[in-house]
């Protein structure tokens, strides 16, 4: 059964490192989301994105966050500069259509 | 602004019995999607169950199952036949019908234990 893959599963870098985080979606799917859930906390929405361009983000995702897909199966996160409460599990999640999302397995990012 | 809110931050059951998760939900829309995600100790999001807003049977998926209260804005998760296994956090999520606005909305998540 397709599945959505992220890489990788654990990231630790330092403060004001830039981290680029990658998913591959289901190959059919054509809308891509990333979440992330600070531990202990909800899984917060940051961006979804269509057609090659976000079509929605919340307040979270400000100027150090962008995305990007390269090419025909990735699709990145990346913050620019990473500051410690960037730390957290990092979801990509894609859909077909606008119903049901199926999730990777997470990244779990560490800034020290 | 849509809010979903799940009452219950930790729930036990004894293995082989039924628990419920409580879900309210806060929206002005007619149409949407619930959803009840499983996240395991392994932190992956896993789909349980969903349910549109549409539809008034109430949706099943083997031991899973929801009574959903539209009027009410309440969504519950029924675990029949509770397995070790099933020992996890359980999300609710809510979801804008259509549109561009494609973003899950969850709760803060139901932490269930299973007794052996």
């Known amino acids: 059964e397709p599945e959505v893959t992220q890489t990788p599963s654990h990231q630790v870098t330092q403060m004001g490192q830039e981290v680029i985080l990658r998913c591959v979606p289901i190959s059919n799917h054509l809308y891509f989301y990333w979440y992330r859930q600070i531990l202990g906390q909800k899984v917060e929405f940051l961006v979804s994105f269509y057609n090659n361009e976000i079509s929605e983000k919340s307040e979270i995702f400000d100027d150090q966050f962008s995305v990007e897909r390269p090419d025909g199966s990735n699709f990145t996160l990346k913050i620019r500069s990473t500051k410690l409460e960037d730390s957290a599990m990092y979801f990509c999640?894609?859909?077909?259509?606008?119903?049901?999302?199926?999730f990777g397995p997470g990244t779990r990012l560490t800034v020290l | 602004a849509q809010t979903v809110t799940q009452s219950q931050p930790e729930m036990s059951v004894q293995e082989a019995e039924t628990v419920t998760l409580s879900c309210t939900y806060d929206?002005?829309?007619?149409?949407?999607?619930l959803f009840w995600y499983k996240q395991p100790p392994s932190r992956q999001m896993i789909l349980v169950i969903r349910?549109?807003?549409?539809?008034?049977q109430n949706a099943t998926e083997n031991r899973f199952s929801v009574n959903f209260q539209k009027a009410a804005k309440s969504f519950s998760l029924k675990i029949s036949d509770s397995q070790l296994g099933d020992a996890a956090m359980y999300f609710c999520?809510?979801?804008?019908?259509?549109?561009?606005?494609?973003?899950?909305?969850f709760g803060k998540g139901t932490k269930l234990s299973v007794k052996p």
């Open positions: 999640a894609s859909t077909v259509s606008t119903d049901t999302q199926y």
């Open positions: 349910q549109e807003a549409y539809k008034q």
């Open positions: 929206t002005s829309e007619s149409d949407y999607y």
């Open positions: 999520a809510y979801r804008h019908y259509g549109g561009s606005q494609g973003n899950l909305i």
